[in-house]
């Protein structure tokens, strides 16, 4: 097994130390499982702390740290695909990904390596178990995100999976041919198909700097996600239309009929600015929604590199 470890950074100079310092300790323990030794892939996404400054040390001292360094901020999904690609390049077998806050804790990897080692499958996953110290708010949200994610796409996903894996070459090169610049990871790894294993752990706080995902920018990956794996939204909004166009067709029916045999008393207008409020509503939200779709295909046509690399090692 020649495993390279995929890891991106973005402001992570407070935790690569430790990233460093545990990963090395883990070392002797992943030995038994390589054939060759261990490498990593730091990719530095835009950090403006000392972040790309630690790399290039890191890499002074030990030729197996490769990093790379993107020309600014391009996001987590960039820096993993840009990471699995060098992987690719330097000709790994084995490919793990995992954050640099210690979120996903290094001790797993032995445990991963094993069962992959065991054979039958072409990646070993971690999820979380609990969330616990996460904002209830925020575990909310995600448990409704995975079931919603479950019933109206063809990327099953499973509640609490992390970007926290080991996958085999033939899995990592096929989400790397995936050229979407919409790109999420989870799905696009379950997407592939191929046998994944779980492996359980406890939710881990971040112990060093902070989080780069605020509230609503989770939101819009989770949005970027549905959109990327679903066209269910288009589909409902189609049914309303086709459910309101019956409805007011049997409207229409109603007052034909009363108007011809009852004579017409003009009734108020409250009724008529409710039905025309409310459709008004649903139109634009259907266009709304078509809209969003209409920026996502924009996105892919336009054929942008998805990352710019502006210095390796
Ligand atoms: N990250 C990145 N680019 C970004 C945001 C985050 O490369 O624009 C990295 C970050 O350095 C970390 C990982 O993605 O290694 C997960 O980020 P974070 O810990 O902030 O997210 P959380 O654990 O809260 O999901
Ligand atoms: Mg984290």
Request: hydrophobic share 45%.
């Given at each position: 097994?020649?495993?390279?470890i995929v890891v991106?950074?973005?402001?992570?100079?407070?935790?690569?130390?430790?990233?460093?310092?545990?990963?090395?300790?883990?070392?002797?323990?992943?030995?038994?499982?390589?054939?060759?030794?261990?490498?990593?892939?730091?990719?530095?996404?835009?950090?403006?702390?000392?972040?790309?400054?630690?790399?290039?040390?890191?890499?002074?001292?030990?030729?197996?740290?490769?990093?790379?360094?993107?020309?600014?901020?391009?996001?987590?999904?960039?820096?993993?695909?840009?990471?699995?690609?060098?992987?690719?390049?330097?000709?790994?077998?084995?490919?793990a990904v995992m954050d640099?806050?210690l979120q996903d804790p290094p001790?797993l990897l032995?445990?991963m390596?094993?069962?992959?080692?065991?054979?039958?499958?072409?990646?070993v996953a971690a999820y979380r178990?609990?969330?616990?110290?996460?904002?209830?708010?925020?575990?909310?949200?995600?448990?409704?995100?995975?079931?919603?994610?479950?019933?109206?796409?063809?990327?099953?996903?499973?509640?609490?999976a992390r970007d926290f894996r080991v996958?085999?070459?033939?899995?990592?090169?096929?989400?790397?041919?995936?050229?979407?610049?919409?790109?999420?990871?989870k799905?696009?790894?379950?997407?592939?198909?191929?046998?994944?294993?779980?492996i359980?752990y406890?939710?881990i706080?971040?112990?060093?700097?902070?989080?780069?995902?605020?509230?609503?920018?989770?939101?819009?990956?989770?949005?970027?996600?549905?959109?990327?794996?679903?066209?269910?939204?288009?589909?409902?909004?189609?049914?309303?239309?086709?459910?309101?166009?019956?409805?007011?067709?049997?409207?229409?029916?109603?007052?034909?009929?009363?108007?011809?045999?009852?004579?017409?008393?003009?009734?108020?207008?409250?009724?008529?600015?409710?039905?025309?409020?409310?459709?008004?509503?649903?139109?634009?939200?259907?266009?709304?929604?078509?809209?969003?779709?209409?920026?996502?295909?924009?996105?892919?046509?336009?054929?942008?590199?998805?990352?710019?690399?502006?210095?390796?090692?």
């Amino acid at each position: 097994m020649h495993l390279v470890i995929v890891v991106p950074c973005h402001n992570e100079a407070e935790s690569l130390p430790h990233f460093h310092e545990r990963l090395t300790a883990v070392e002797a323990d992943l030995a038994p499982y390589a054939s060759e030794p261990v490498e990593y892939v730091l990719v530095d996404d835009g950090s403006t702390d000392g972040t790309l400054a630690l790399m290039r040390q890191l890499n002074q001292a030990d030729q197996r740290w490769h990093y790379l360094s993107f020309s600014r901020n391009f996001g987590k999904e960039a820096g993993l695909l840009a990471g699995m690609r060098r992987a690719l390049d330097l000709g790994a077998t084995h490919v793990a990904v995992m954050d640099a806050d210690l979120q996903d804790p290094p001790e797993l990897l032995p445990q991963m390596c094993e069962r992959m080692s065991q054979g039958g499958c072409d990646a070993v996953a971690a999820y979380r178990q609990t969330r616990e110290g996460e904002p209830p708010i925020r575990s909310w949200f995600a448990h409704r995100f995975y079931g919603f994610m479950g019933k109206v796409s063809d990327a099953n996903m499973k509640d609490g999976a992390r970007d926290f894996r080991v996958m085999t070459r033939r899995m990592v090169t096929d989400v790397c041919s995936m050229p979407e610049v919409g790109r999420f990871s989870k799905g696009l790894f379950m997407w592939v198909g191929y046998d994944t294993e779980w492996i359980g752990y406890k939710n881990i706080e971040r112990e060093h700097g902070t989080t780069s995902w605020s509230f609503f920018g989770l939101v819009r990956y989770a949005i970027d996600g549905i959109i990327a794996f679903s066209t269910w939204p288009l589909e409902v909004i189609s049914l309303i239309g086709v459910f309101m166009s019956i409805l007011a067709l049997l409207f229409l029916l109603f007052i034909f009929v009363r108007a011809l045999f009852f004579g017409d008393p003009v009734a108020g207008w409250p009724s008529l600015v409710c039905v025309i409020t409310f459709l008004g509503g649903i139109q634009i939200l259907g266009i709304g929604t078509i809209g969003i779709y209409i920026s996502k295909i924009y996105a892919e046509v336009k054929h942008r590199p998805l990352y710019i690399i502006a210095e390796e090692a």
